[in-house]
């Protein structure tokens, strides 16, 4: 494995393109049509392609969380340890604010600004508990059973949340930060932050919890265990 300063590097990076690339896109789609479902869908698509980049390229050298409520649940589950599971998550959070400083600079914008777009109510929060959930329950279920078909799993999964959740899944709590520091298509208000980073936490216990119990083997039940020894 490699050392944690390498580890939190990737977690940095990775982040950092994440949300350039969510806020990025969100600007370039802006500026390019009126349309708002063509927005959205101008950023749906780069944010899927990216996430299948990064965790294929930098999954191998930090496991790719790239999100704070990811490194919460291996933190429960005990597949990383708890001082570091908190440097991934400052790491994350950095990263993240870099990218909507890198995306800024990139289209000619204030380096440094604060989101005006209202994101809140219960819907928002149902659907970001919902959004984490599913990221959440997919990387697990690709553990268990298909852990190659993660990059393309997680990206096809936040793809499609960005459309089928009326938060438009941001799924992650450092990239809400992050997006609180951009006035552009991707931004949401600071005072809107703690409803959606506590719905996103909750999902994602939700779904630890739940693939705890669906996605755990099963033990030999006494009867497949005499069959086996009665064929020895």
């Given at each position: 494995?490699?050392?944690?300063?390498?580890?939190?590097?990737?977690?940095?990076?990775?982040?950092?393109?994440?949300?350039?690339?969510?806020?990025?896109?969100?600007?370039?789609a802006d500026r390019l049509t009126n349309d708002v479902a063509l927005s959205l869908l101008g950023n749906t698509i780069p944010t899927g392609a990216i996430l299948v980049v990064l965790?294929?390229?930098?999954?191998?050298?930090?496991?790719?969380?790239?999100?704070p409520a990811v490194t919460m649940i291996f933190a429960l589950r005990r597949e990383i340890e708890a001082n570091g599971a908190l440097l991934y998550i400052l790491a994350q959070i950095a990263g993240g604010i870099a990218g909507t400083l890198l995306a800024h600079a990139m289209f000619?914008?204030?380096?440094?600004?604060?989101?005006?777009?209202?994101?809140?109510?219960?819907?928002?929060?149902?659907?970001?508990?919902?959004?984490?959930?599913?990221?959440?329950?997919?990387?697990?279920?690709?553990?268990?059973?298909?852990?190659?078909?993660?990059?393309?799993?997680?990206?096809l999964y936040i793809t499609a949340a960005y459309w089928f959740t009326a938060s438009t899944s941001f799924a992650n709590p450092a990239v809400a930060i992050a997006r609180a520091l951009s006035n552009t298509f991707a931004g949401i208000r600071p005072i809107d932050l703690p409803g959606f980073i506590i719905a996103e936490l909750l999902g994602a216990l939700l779904a630890m919890g739940l693939a705890s119990w669906m996605l755990a083997e099963q033990n030999p039940t006494p009867q497949a265990l005499n069959k086996l020894k009665g064929a020895e």
């Open positions: 494995m490699p050392n944690l300063s390498r580890r939190l590097t990737a977690e940095a990076l990775g982040t950092a393109m994440l949300v350039a690339t969510v806020v990025g896109s969100g600007i370039m965790i294929t390229i930098l999954g191998p050298i930090s496991g790719a969380h790239f999100n000619e914008l204030p380096i440094i600004e604060v989101s005006d777009t209202a994101r809140t109510g219960t819907g928002q929060w149902i659907a970001e508990a919902v959004a984490a959930f599913g990221l959440v329950f997919t990387i697990l279920a690709c553990l268990r059973f298909r852990p190659n078909a993660i990059p393309w799993l997680v990206g």
